[in-house]
């Protein structure tokens, strides 16, 4: 499904339909003029899989009719209001990972740990979720209620619960108690009901193992490549899991370390070149990418995701040829507590040094600070991906390794599925791939940092550094963290985003998280 984006150009002339958000002050009309309203039922199989295509589509462009022009949320830039984009935004400028140059907005806020309730980044990812949420209930209403055949529709149906979740995660993860609305809600209602953290964690786990038993969801590495199958649920599961004492006050490691297991026995494997998972070809490597977002530099344009990152890393003395686009935007770069994170001989310390200074004594200027140099616009052989304007490379929001160190952090909380000895092996394996040494025993700062190591980039950062209590504390500084270079502790709730006030305004059913 490289070419998904072909699957719904048809559908945005043909069909009309209008999602009910689930906040109100927003308008989430279709962007095509000639669609109706949501009355206008689907009426054939090609109708279904053209709106399931929309459904993952949805997180790769802004729109379903370019890049920038047209996106789905009326009044929010194409790029800015990428779904991705406003993930990166929220789990990766917040963190030690990156610091961003550019002077959008509030953009700089984010690295400070100082945003607001009125800030135009958290509110533009609250509403992004929730408009995928939208979308995914409205198809989930007209297949169950169609009388038209379609021979796939309990494995489409079983897709997008689980996309949906994928939503409802970054829901709970980042703004704690929202709105929730499912299916079963009623078309255009005025005001969902509030459903608190841990009211979302018990419905997240009941969908998701319902989901993995029961439904008609492809199994693991069964359904072809850029679609949902139970080893994307069971991630989504054993992520819920691996933050259960953030989101409920109660650890789950247990079933964390057992959701992790069922994964391993899946028969996923860690991609001999790290490089490689993150290069134009990435399709190529469904040995450890268990679920990606995709990017085609001629069918699936957008100014978010890989172009993002790709194009946003580039700049100073780099050659944008050899990166595989045609120029740089000189923006985001890592801060030299991160950058010094990484040891000797890590394969994985894909970093721009000529021309940058370690330090970053401005953060508007793209020299001060290392640059990333781990995704790239360039084949596994060498070659350039099909165009230089866009990029080819997918972004895999799942992966194996992943899976590996989720384990070696299960190990160390006395798990009854995995023991610290075992943990420890998982942890090693991950740093074997990176080319270095085993350890011979290891601790929870060696896990956050072969997270930091491994996963960076990957929108993770964020949710790790909360969980092991260094995001808002002085346990951990980074330069810039909290406003000044040598960083400093913020106050405990910014380990939540605000509710949007317009939200609240509109919603009296809703409440602010503590502290905003």
Same mark, same amino acid.
């Given at each position: 499904?490289?070419?998904?984006?072909?699957?719904?150009?048809?559908?945005?002339?043909?069909?009309?339909?209008?999602?009910?958000?689930?906040?109100?002050?927003?308008?989430?009309?279709?962007?095509?003029?000639?669609?109706?309203?949501?009355?206008?039922?689907?009426?054939?199989?090609?109708?279904?899989?053209?709106?399931?295509?929309?459904?993952?589509?949805?997180?790769?462009?802004?729109?379903?009719?370019?890049?920038?022009?047209?996106?789905?949320?009326?009044?929010?830039?194409?790029?800015?209001?990428?779904?991705?984009?406003?993930?990166?935004?929220?789990?990766?400028?917040?963190?030690?990972?990156?610091?961003?140059?550019?002077?959008?907005?509030?953009?700089?806020?984010?690295?400070?740990?100082?945003?607001?309730?009125?800030?135009?980044?958290?509110?533009?990812?609250?509403?992004?979720?929730?408009?995928?949420?939208?979308?995914?209930?409205?198809?989930?209403?007209?297949?169950?209620?169609?009388?038209?055949?379609?021979?796939?529709?309990?494995?489409?149906?079983?897709?997008?619960?689980?996309?949906?979740?994928?939503?409802?995660?970054?829901?709970?993860?980042?703004?704690?108690?929202?709105?929730?609305?499912?299916?079963?809600?009623?078309?255009?209602?005025?005001?969902?009901?509030?459903?608190?953290?841990?009211?979302?964690?018990?419905?997240?786990?009941?969908?998701?193992?319902?989901?993995?038993?029961?439904?008609?969801?492809?199994?693991?590495?069964?359904?072809?490549?850029?679609?949902?199958?139970?080893?994307?649920?069971?991630?989504?599961?054993?992520?819920?899991?691996?933050?259960?004492?953030?989101?409920?006050?109660?650890?789950?490691?247990?079933?964390?370390?057992?959701?992790?297991?069922?994964?391993?026995?899946?028969?996923?494997?860690? /991609?001999? +070149?790290? !490089?490689?998972?993150?290069?134009? %070809?990435?399709?190529?490597? #469904? $040995?450890?990418?268990? *679920?990606?977002?995709?990017?085609?530099?001629?069918?699936?344009?957008?100014?978010?995701?890989?172009?993002?990152?790709i194009f946003a890393s580039t700049g100073g003395?780099?050659?944008?040829?050899?990166?595989?686009?045609?120029?740089?935007?000189?923006?985001?770069?890592?801060?030299?507590?991160?950058?010094?994170?990484?040891?000797?001989?890590?394969?994985?310390?894909?970093? /721009?040094? +000529?021309? !940058?200074?370690?330090?970053?004594? %401005?953060?508007?200027?793209? #020299? $001060?600070?290392?640059? *990333?140099?781990?995704?790239?616009?360039?084949?596994?052989?060498?070659?350039?991906?099909?165009?230089?304007?866009?990029?080819?490379?997918?972004?895999?929001?799942?992966?194996?390794?992943?899976?590996?160190?989720?384990?070696?952090?299960?190990?160390?909380?006395?798990?009854?599925?995995?023991?610290?000895?075992?943990?420890?092996?998982?942890?090693?394996?991950?740093?074997?791939?990176a080319g270095l040494a085993a350890q011979k025993?290891?601790?929870?700062?060696?896990?956050?940092?072969?997270?930091?190591?491994?996963?960076?980039?990957?929108?993770?950062?964020?949710?790790?550094?909360?969980?092991?209590?260094?995001?808002t504390t002085a346990d951990y500084l980074w330069?810039?963290?909290?406003?000044?270079?040598?960083?400093?502790?913020?106050?405990?709730?910014?380990?939540?985003?605000?509710?949007?006030?317009?939200?609240?305004?509109?919603?009296?059913?809703?409440?602010?998280?503590?502290?905003?």
């Amino acid at each position: 499904m490289k070419n998904i984006k072909n699957y719904i150009s048809t559908f945005a002339l043909a069909v009309g339909l209008s999602f009910s958000s689930c906040v109100n002050d927003l308008d989430v009309t279709p962007i095509d003029p000639n669609m109706n309203t949501s009355d206008k039922a689907l009426t054939t199989a090609e109708d279904f899989k053209s709106f399931l295509a929309q459904c993952y589509v949805g997180f790769s462009t802004s729109g379903y009719l370019g890049p920038n022009g047209d996106p789905s949320i009326s009044g929010l830039d194409g790029g800015f209001s990428q779904y991705f984009r406003g993930l990166f935004h929220l789990n990766e400028y917040t963190t030690d990972e990156t610091v961003i140059g550019w002077n959008d907005q509030t953009i700089k806020d984010l690295h400070g740990l100082s945003w607001t309730s009125t800030d135009v980044f958290v509110a533009s990812l609250y509403y992004r979720i929730f408009y995928q949420i939208s979308m995914c209930n409205e198809f989930l209403r007209q297949a169950n209620t169609t009388s038209v055949s379609v021979p796939d529709m309990e494995a489409y149906k079983a897709e997008v619960r689980t996309l949906r979740a994928i939503c409802y995660l970054h829901a709970i993860d980042m703004y704690g108690n929202v709105p929730f609305a499912d299916e079963t809600a009623s078309v255009g209602a005025e005001n969902p009901e509030r459903i608190t953290r841990a009211e979302l964690f018990t419905w997240l786990e009941t969908e998701l193992k319902d989901i993995i038993d029961n439904s008609a969801l492809a199994n693991a590495r069964q359904n072809e490549y850029g679609r949902i199958d139970k080893g994307a649920a069971k991630m989504i599961l054993a992520k819920l899991y691996l933050n259960a004492e953030v989101y409920t006050g109660a650890s789950k490691w247990d079933e964390c370390a057992k959701v992790c297991k069922s994964i391993i026995a899946d028969g996923y494997t860690l /991609h001999p +070149d790290y !490089q490689e998972l993150f290069l134009a %070809d990435n399709d190529k490597c #469904t $040995d450890e990418i268990i *679920f990606a977002f995709q990017q085609d530099g001629v069918d699936t344009q957008s100014y978010g995701v890989t172009n993002f990152i790709i194009f946003a890393s580039t700049g100073g003395t780099m050659d944008p040829a050899a990166i595989g686009i045609s120029s740089g935007w000189g923006g985001i770069r890592t801060t030299p507590e991160f950058y010094d994170s990484f040891q000797a001989g890590d394969k994985r310390s894909l970093f /721009h040094t +000529d021309g !940058q200074n370690k330090e970053i004594n %401005d953060i508007s200027v793209f #020299t $001060d600070g290392y640059a *990333f140099m781990k995704f790239k616009n360039i084949n596994s052989d060498g070659t350039p991906g099909k165009a230089n304007g866009f990029v080819d490379t997918d972004f895999p929001i799942f992966r194996y390794a992943d899976v590996l160190l989720m384990l070696a952090e299960c190990g160390l909380h006395n798990s009854s599925e995995v023991s610290e000895e075992q943990g420890l092996a998982y942890l090693n394996q991950v740093r074997e791939r990176a080319g270095l040494a085993a350890q011979k025993s290891y601790t929870a700062n060696d896990v956050l940092r072969e997270r930091g190591c491994e996963l960076y980039l990957e929108c993770w950062r964020r949710s790790d550094l909360v969980r092991f209590d260094k995001f808002t504390t002085a346990d951990y500084l980074w330069s810039w963290k909290g406003g000044v270079q040598e960083g400093k502790a913020v106050g405990s709730h910014m380990n939540l985003f605000p509710i949007p006030d317009k939200d609240l305004n509109s919603n009296d059913k809703l409440e602010q998280n503590p502290g905003y």
